[in-house]
């Protein structure tokens, strides 16, 4: 079954850490740009970061450049997102997403950041 | 960054014909795609390059772009269709998402 499954959300206090993984079964992860999107009842759907093929391109949301960083394993057929400095704005259920054609084809079933103290 | 503006909600007759905007200036420069997200579920592309349609998606959904407005026409409104609608833009590398339309069938 081509799918994505996101993993590794919690809950942490602020100015914590988390590293979020996105792992791709069903297809080869290292043909697409992958992408995190997070979503809350606020504010809908965000894009968070976006990484290419090989890794050369990263781009992010301005709210999370310097605390955010994306990153990819093509041999375990995943991508990753280290997180830090997290604020309250960072809740969300987050969800990895392939790009396709300035689009987003497939998403992954989202895993959940909740920060609170 | 830039923004993209939805109604937050529309309603429709079955069988109707359902227009869904989504306003901001740099759709005149940028593709507008579309997503269907259902309760529970993670969201469904439903048009992609302004006006393509991925493979499965059923005919009665269409897109369009014009100047600073994009548009998800659904023809022929099914109950199955009543859903949040999101439209999205991608420049240089940016990703934003309009703030979602819900649309309801009755």
């Known amino acids: 079954e081509v799918q994505l499954v996101a993993s590794g959300g919690g809950l942490v206090q602020p100015g914590g850490s988390l590293r979020l993984s996105c792992v791709a079964s069903?297809?080869?992860?290292?043909?697409?740009?992958v992408s995190w999107v997070r979503q809350t009842p606020g504010r809908g759907l965000e894009w968070v970061a976006t990484?290419?093929?090989?890794?050369?391109?990263?781009y992010y949301m301005d709210s999370v450049k310097g605390r955010f960083s994306i990153s990819r394993d093509n041999a375990k057929n995943s991508v990753f997102l280290q997180m830090s400095g997290l604020k309250a704005e960072d809740t969300a259920v987050y969800s990895c997403?392939?790009?396709?054609?300035?689009?987003?084809?497939?998403w992954g079933r989202g895993t959940v950041v909740t920060v609170s103290s | 960054s830039y923004e993209l503006t939805q109604p937050p909600s529309v309603s429709v007759s079955p069988g109707q014909t359902a227009s869904l905007t989504c306003s901001g200036e740099?759709?005149?420069?940028?593709?507008a795609s579309w997503y269907q997200q259902k309760p529970g579920q993670l969201p469904v592309l439903v048009s992609y390059?302004?006006?393509r349609r991925p493979s499965g998606i059923p005919e009665r959904f269409s897109g369009s772009s014009s100047a600073n407005t994009a548009t998800l026409t659904i023809s022929g409104t099914q109950i199955m269709d009543e859903a949040v609608y999101y439209c999205?833009?991608?420049?240089?590398?940016?990703?934003?998402f309009g703030g979602g339309t819900k649309l309801t069938v009755l």
């Open positions: 069903g297809f080869t992860l290292s043909d697409y740009w």
């Open positions: 999205q833009g991608w420049d240089r590398n940016i990703v934003v």
């Open positions: 990484i290419k093929q090989d890794g050369s391109e990263k």
């Open positions: 997403a392939r790009d396709w054609n300035y689009g987003f084809n497939l």
């Open positions: 740099k759709l005149r420069d940028v593709y």
């Open positions: 390059q302004d006006d």
